[in-house]
């Protein structure tokens, strides 16, 4: 059976494994015959195979390869949704499955809390002057709920002041300049 080929030949001597190690174990079981049965040996096998690679994944004992991540995602995905694991054996694949998307590499955890803080400082400083124009606000409308109209303007009362008893003269017909 080619799985066992694969099985026989992935990985090196120190523990480590590469892109297409990866690669092909995961060809190996997705395009495997369904007249094809695994016996729990087998079974047994790929299991641990698959838990060597997530180790060394973990060690950092894995090929540079910027495909390895996407390899190895492909792999767990792959192999959570085998029929011939057992409910614990699937539950630790998906425990990986998830371990592994929710830290992808070349994400600096520290990179993105910094870029949070300083995103969150920023706007705390943005708040804190909406904050001190909203005080000023405040004041000014309290300036104007405090200030009381004289009597006379709220009577309805024409101001009191000196007022002309002069007339106006305008053009008119009455007397007084013009050209004839």
């Not at 699937?90 to 929710?102: A, C, Q, R």
């Not at 004041?139 to 006379?152: H, R, T």
Request: with cysteine.
């Amino acid at each position: 059976m080619y799985l066992n080929s694969v099985l026989d030949s992935i990985g090196s001597e120190n523990g480590s494994y590469t892109a297409e190690d990866i690669y092909r174990l995961n060809e190996a079981i997705f395009n495997l015959p369904e007249e094809d049965t695994l016996d729990e040996n087998t079974t047994g096998l790929l299991f641990k195979a698959v838990q060597k690679i997530k180790k060394a994944y973990s060690a950092g004992k894995c090929d540079k390869d910027p495909n390895f991540y996407y390899d190895y995602v492909a792999l767990l995905a792959t192999m959570q949704n085998q029929h011939f694991f057992s409910q614990k054996q699937t539950k630790l694949l998906l425990d990986w499955l998830h371990e592994v998307v929710k830290a992808p590499p070349g994400e600096d955890k520290n990179a993105t809390a910094s870029k949070d803080i300083t995103r969150l400082e920023t706007e705390n400083a943005r708040m804190a002057k909406e904050i001190e124009q909203m005080q000023e606000l405040t004041a000014a409308v309290s300036i104007l709920q405090g200030f009381k109209l004289p009597k006379s303007f709220s009577t309805g009362d024409k101001p009191t002041g000196s007022t002309s008893k002069r007339k106006r003269r305008g053009k008119g017909s009455g007397g007084g300049g013009g050209d004839k």
